[in-house]
């Protein structure tokens, strides 16, 4: 079956700090793979993207890679801001899924001034 | 990309009480998505809506708990019935986009006393 496995949480990070956090995932077939967050009190949102192999997806600083050999879409970002507390979800679809995607268990990130 | 609005954002309820979420959406889509999400854990699929036909649920939802109406290409709602409070969570509506992107609503934050 499908699975996608996300870095354990919470992460606490102070201001301008490095991020990363880790994806892999199993697939029955040729994923997409998607990063999601969830702001608090909001539903989850598109944060980036990738679709076939060595993609690099990215927006609002955030860098993922998709990864066939170690089947990973690690999340990165160089200086993280208050303002990217939130939830992250990785996430995979199959065409063959009518839509829907297979979410992580997410990563609960808090940066501090 | 659609815009999903989705009410009541919350709720407090009583025991043994039912309550109807609603999820509309700003185009016409196939396959509506329900989510619960609870506390500090990730998503788990509730079912799947398809309009003109019965809504198809996942492993451990049963319909008398969960029945879902979808009359129109662009309207949907979900029932948690007889509730208890386990059943306090946070209810997600989605639907599927180009790309296999999901969609989110902003939730419904539910509390069974």
């Known amino acids: 079956g499908n699975s996608v496995t996300q870095m354990e949480g919470p992460v606490t990070l102070s201001e301008e700090a490095f991020l990363t956090i880790n994806c892999t995932y199993t697939?029955?077939?040729?994923?997409?793979l998607f990063w999601y967050v969830q702001y608090p009190g909001e539903g989850l949102q598109l944060l980036l993207k990738?679709?076939?192999?060595?993609d690099k997806g990215s927006n609002k600083g955030f860098e993922a890679t998709y990864r066939k050999e170690t089947t990973s879409f690690h999340l990165e970002k160089g200086s993280v801001q208050v303002s990217d507390s939130a939830v992250y979800f990785c996430?995979?679809?199959?065409?063959?899924?009518?839509?829907?995607?297979?979410f992580g268990d997410g990563t609960t990130l808090t940066v501090k001034p | 990309s659609a815009v999903i609005s989705q009410k009541p954002s919350r709720d407090i309820c009583q025991r043994g009480t039912s309550l109807t979420i609603q999820c509309q959406v700003d185009?016409?889509?196939?396959?509506m998505f329900w989510y619960r999400q609870q506390p500090g854990q990730s998503l788990t699929l509730i079912a799947t809506?398809?309009?003109?036909?019965?809504?198809?649920?996942e492993s451990g939802f049963v319909i008398d708990k969960f029945p879902i109406s979808r009359p129109n290409l662009t309207f949907s709602t979900l029932t948690v019935s007889n509730m208890s409070p386990e059943d306090s969570s946070i209810y997600l509506c989605?639907?599927?986009?180009?790309?296999?992107?999901?969609?989110f609503g902003a939730g419904t934050r539910l509390s069974v006393l």
């Open positions: 989605s639907v599927g986009g180009a790309k296999n992107i999901q969609y």
């Open positions: 697939a029955t077939g040729y994923p997409s």
């Open positions: 990738a679709t076939k192999a060595d």
């Open positions: 996430a995979l679809s199959l065409n063959t899924n009518a839509g829907k995607s297979t």
């Open positions: 185009s016409q889509v196939t396959m």
């Open positions: 809506a398809n309009q003109g036909s019965e809504a198809t649920y």
